[in-house]
């Protein structure tokens, strides 16, 4: 069972940039698909190897998912950031698809000020 813990939330001004950064422990990393939520609407994964990533129609061009399989760690740059993506960030795993959550993090806030 792997456990997840993210970081990197806060309070931003629009157009503002934000890493979220989700480390994993007690499983084997590489394995897992890793998807970011909000709240419970799926924002962006990415295949366990790294080569393939997915987005949300409103966050292309906006944010980046990434992996370090060394390191055991999802990231989610974003930028240009617009009050509409003030929420609490999730990240989750699963060895099935992407998108799917079967192990979930604690969540970091995400607030952006006009």
């Known amino acids: 069972q792997v456990q997840l813990v993210e970081s990197g939330g806060g309070l931003v001004q629009t157009g503002g940039s934000l890493r979220l950064s989700c480390a994993a422990s007690?499983?084997?990393?590489?394995?897992?698909?890793m998807t970011w939520f909000r709240e419970r609407e799926f924002v962006a994964a990415i295949s366990p190897s790294g080569?393939?990533?997915y987005y949300k129609d409103s966050v292309k061009g906006r944010f980046t998912i990434s992996r370090d399989n060394a390191k055991n760690t999802v990231y989610l740059q974003m930028d240009s950031l617009k009050p509409e993506d003030t929420a609490v960030y999730y990240c989750?795993?699963?060895?099935?698809?992407?998108?799917?959550?079967?192990?979930w993090g604690q969540g970091t806030q995400v607030t952006v000020s006009s």
């Open positions: 989750a795993a699963s060895t099935l698809a992407p998108g799917r959550g079967d192990y």
């Open positions: 007690g499983g084997t990393f590489s394995s897992y698909f």
């Open positions: 080569s393939s990533t």
